[in-house]
């Protein structure tokens, strides 16, 4: 690529050096033009061809940096490959039996689910409509054609109709007729005794609040205050809380007693200033010089050689 720019300069310096000296003789000619128009086309298109050619050669050498980048891929790749499959080959392969690996079958599994299906879901109710309870109230208010009115005194007696769970014995005897009705059924309080779950609707799963209240709502809860829960220990951490509350406690307790102290101090030393002051005010109101700090006790007067002067040793 050089030789050829080369020969296209030295070409358009030949031309230009014939136009100028046939120009310099007062001689030109336009062969000699022709020649140095030729020559600059030339070496324009060369220098195109180098600039092309530099912009190849930059895209070569990115190319060149790809190839080799995806080469130390494939490189990885493989070799990853390699030890995963040497990995899988050293695995020793696990032989599971044809027999069933349960203690049980599946006959005695459905057996023992048909025999527990009685007392793991609550019995099914019977719901009257409210159109049959409109008719049974209305029969019960609508008194018959030899019903009689009932007086202040008389006990009215009501006509049951006979149910699974009742018993009625009627007894005919002459004109008169008396109803008597037995009833075979549990009070209420039995019943819910009995069976508490009476009165409850069932449901197959656990309510909302139970859900919020269990281990995953708990883990949940440790992953939302940024805790993990793989090293989360609550006897640790219940542990730790409380020995933080103790020594909390311990360093308030002595925080309390150094104020105290320091009180104690500024109190004794306040009581001694005081004490200092009333001093000073006893000796400047008595007149006592500054150097005698406490007031001069009196001395008591006694009498001595009382015998001398007695007139009584006469």
Do not use: C
Request: cysteine-free; overall charge negative.
């Amino acid at each position: 690529m050089d030789k050829q720019v080369s020969a296209h300069f030295d070409r358009l310096e030949k031309a230009l050096s014939s136009l100028i000296d046939s120009v310099a003789k007062y001689h030109p000619t336009l062969a000699h033009a022709k020649e140095l128009d030729v020559a600059d086309r030339e070496l324009t298109r060369g220098l195109m061809e180098v600039q092309t050619h530099q912009a190849n050669f930059i895209h070569i050498q990115k190319l060149r940096s790809a190839s080799q980048a995806l080469d130390s891929q494939i490189r990885d790749t493989i070799a990853s490959l390699a030890s995963t499959r040497r990995d899988v080959a050293s695995i020793q392969p696990v032989k599971f039996s044809d027999a069933p690996s349960y203690p049980f079958s599946y006959e005695e599994l459905l057996s023992y689910a048909r025999r527990i299906s009685k007392t793991t879901l609550p019995p099914t109710r019977t719901h009257t409509s409210n159109a049959e309870a409109q008719a049974q109230s209305a029969n019960a208010d609508t008194p018959g054609p030899d019903s009689q009115p009932m007086s202040a005194i008389q006990t009215p007696v009501m006509s049951v109709l006979p149910t699974p769970t009742q018993s009625q014995s009627i007894t005919t005897d002459g004109p008169s007729q008396s109803t008597t009705t037995s009833f075979t059924g549990l009070p209420e309080v039995l019943t819910m005794h009995l069976n508490p779950m009476s009165g409850s609707v069932f449901v197959p799963w656990p309510l909302e609040d139970i859900i919020r209240m269990g281990s995953l709502a708990s883990t949940q809860n440790l992953i939302n205050e940024g805790i993990d829960p793989a090293g989360y220990d609550p006897v640790a951490e219940e542990a730790r809380k409380k020995k933080e509350a103790e020594e909390r406690l311990e360093q308030e307790e002595k925080e309390r007693k150094e104020r105290e102290e320091r009180d104690r101090a500024i109190r004794e030393q306040r009581e001694k200033m005081r004490e200092q002051e009333m001093r000073e005010n006893w000796r400047r109101e008595s007149g006592v010089p500054a150097g005698q700090s406490s007031p001069v006790e009196k001395k008591q007067f006694h009498f001595t050689n009382l015998d001398m002067d007695d007139d009584d040793s006469d």
